[in-house]
Antibody, heavy 119, light 106 residues
Framework: EVQLVESGGGLVQPGGSLRLSCVAS????????MHWVRQAPGKELEWVSR????????RYADSVKGRFTISRDNAKNTLDLQMNSLRAEDTAVYYC????????????WGQGTLVTVSS | DIQVTQSPSSLSASVGDRVTITCRTS??????LNWYQQKSGKAPKLLIS???TLQSGVPSRFSGSGSGTNFTLTISSLQPDDFATYYC????????FGRGTKVDIK
């Protein structure tokens, strides 16, 4: 069974940093591209970032470019999102999601971790 | 950037109703459109990929159609388990989600 489990969320002050992690199991993690998608309270889904299976290709949404860094460790089956210079508008539930491949199709999602940016 | 306009933003329907949700994109995306269902407090669930490919385990009352800039998700006979929010996602250039359609009980 495919499982994605996020952790690392919490309350952080504006300008602060947080590192999210997503542990994958039940599939060959190193074969799949992975994404982070977020959802502000009561709002729609927003794509954040994606990383190729070997980590060589990375893209970010304009809203987080230069502040967030996506990475992965295929030996440990983990996907990370380092978030710096956090703003109130970054407050959201952050989901990691597996990309089915060929074209972007997010076929498995974690349960999400809540990040709250507030003083 | 490709804009995605999803409509309606909400609708009320009864069990057994036929429901149609529309997504329009600001440029031609071919067939690169997916549909997701999200229930309150839960992660999204993939329903349909590449316009019309039903995911394994998804009931056949769900269907997708369209191409280019106009796409439709249809629920042929709404069931109690279908009351949720539905999102479309264009993947022609990375990813953009629609703003969602909340389907609730009439």
């Amino acid at each position: 069974e495919v499982q994605l489990v996020e952790s690392g969320g919490g309350l952080v002050q504006p300008g602060g940093s947080l590192r999210l992690s997503c542990v994958a199991s039940g599939f060959t993690f190193s074969s799949y591209w992975m994404h982070w998608v977020r959802q502000a309270p009561g709002k729609e889904l927003e794509w954040v970032s994606r990383i190729s299976s070997d980590g060589s290709s990375i893209r970010y949404a304009d809203s987080v470019k230069g502040r967030f860094t996506i990475s992965r460790d295929n030996a440990k089956n983990t996907l990370d999102l380092q978030m710096n210079s956090l703003r109130a508008e970054d407050t959201a539930v952050y989901y990691c999601a597996r990309d089915k491949g060929i074209v972007v199709v997010l076929d498995s999602w974690g349960q999400g971790t809540l990040v709250t940016v507030s003083s | 950037d490709i804009q995605v306009t999803q409509s309606p933003s909400s609708l009320s329907a009864s069990v057994g109703d036929r429901v149609t949700i529309t997504c329009r994109t600001s440029q031609n995306i071919g067939l690169y459109l997916n549909w997701y269902q999200q229930k309150s407090g839960k992660a999204p669930k993939l329903l349909i990929s590449v316009t019309s490919t039903l995911q394994s385990g998804v009931p056949s009352r769900f269907s997708g159609s369209g191409s280019g800039t106009n796409f439709t998700l249809t629920i042929s006979s709404l069931q109690p388990d279908d009351f949720a929010t539905y999102y479309c996602q264009q993947t022609y250039t990375i990813s953009t989600f629609g703003r969602g359609t909340k389907v609730d009980i009439k």
